[in-house]
């Protein structure tokens, strides 16, 4: 991690490549646990593996605790890796597995040769913007309007399938930062947050959660857009404002981008006793003004 690699056995769990036809059948059983259905066939598994692509694994003992798996991608310019899922145990979770998988997958990556890996998610989702953004320092940089389509899984069937893109460019100084633990502290983050203009304005509703009201057009500073901090606790106690979150932050990253904005950080900030969640963006930097680099005109005659 962090320019040094991750070892191969952190605290009790060995990471490492998949090999067996028995371990990418458990990669089924991950997916199913967490999703509710089979994931990635274990043939195209073998066949990613083999082929460029990339199965890992964290394992405690000979059981699978969380994977990782990733494909070869190619936009016509360069080479990266496209992270299709990575998923955790849910009797995991509160390990730092996903973390230390991503580190994993990472140190994997460049021995391929690669700098860049790739991969989308749900931008109401304040977990993974937290690890994505926060911990990884991946940059998301595109939005994308229900990527999927309609989707059954257990995690995705009451929710347009929105997407960001991310990019996780695994060389630079702000990702080795971020992965030997180098974040603004909270009292940054509040700052920050009080600092810029808010694209998503909420209120709290009357079941006592956050709920979009208006958004706003960036004003040319910094800027934030609000997520819900428990995605699972509006699906359990106010699903009827899923679509209007879901609305609100799609239209807050459209304006953003089509802007020039830039995601720089993500953040939760206590704010008098309430915990919320943001993502922070910056401005696109202005082109410096053009100096004139031509010679003086010459003196007249006299």
Do not use: C
């Not at 890796?81 to 979770?93: C, I, K, N, W």
């Not at 934030?224 to 209007?244: N, Q």
Request: net charge negative; glycine share 8%; no cysteine.
């Amino acid at each position: 991690m962090a320019g040094a690699g991750v070892s191969s056995e952190v605290r009790g769990f060995r990471f490492r490549k998949l090999e067996k036809p028995e371990e990418f059948r458990q990669v089924a059983e991950v997916h199913r646990a967490v999703w509710g259905d089979e994931g990635v066939p274990t043939t195209l598994q073998r066949a990613l593996q083999d082929n460029g692509g990339l199965v890992l694994g964290a394992f405690a003992d000979i059981h699978l605790a969380g994977f990782a798996v990733s494909v070869l991608g190619w936009d016509g310019t360069s080479l990266y890796q496209y992270s299709h899922a990575t998923a955790v145990r849910p009797e995991y979770q509160n390990h730092h597995l996903g973390f230390r998988l991503k580190a994993f997958q990472r140190d994997e990556v460049l021995k391929l040769g690669l700098n860049e890996i790739r991969w989308t998610f749900d931008p109401l989702q304040s977990r993974n913007a937290r690890l994505n953004v926060r911990l990884l320092g991946g940059v998301p940089d595109r939005y994308y309007i229900h990527y999927y389509g309609t989707m059954a899984d257990q995690l995705n069937r009451d929710l347009e399938s929105d997407r960001v893109r991310l990019r996780w460019e695994i060389s630079t100084p702000r990702v080795e930062e971020r992965l030997a633990g180098k974040v603004p502290s909270s009292e940054e983050d509040w700052k920050r947050w009080q600092g810029s203009s808010a694209i998503v304005t909420t209120e709290v509703g009357e079941k006592g959660l956050r709920v979009p009201t208006t958004v706003e057009e960036p004003g040319g500073g910094l800027a934030h857009i609000e997520i819900p901090f428990d995605l699972g606790a509006v699906r359990e106690h106010e699903p009827s404002v899923l679509r209007t979150w879901r609305h609100a932050v799609r239209d807050g990253f459209r304006a953003a981008f089509d802007l020039g904005y830039r995601v720089d950080d993500f953040a939760v900030v206590n704010a008098e006793h309430e915990r919320r969640s943001f993502y922070f963006l910056s401005p696109a930097p202005k082109d410096p003004p053009e100096s004139d680099t031509g010679s003086a005109p010459p003196a007249p005659s006299v």
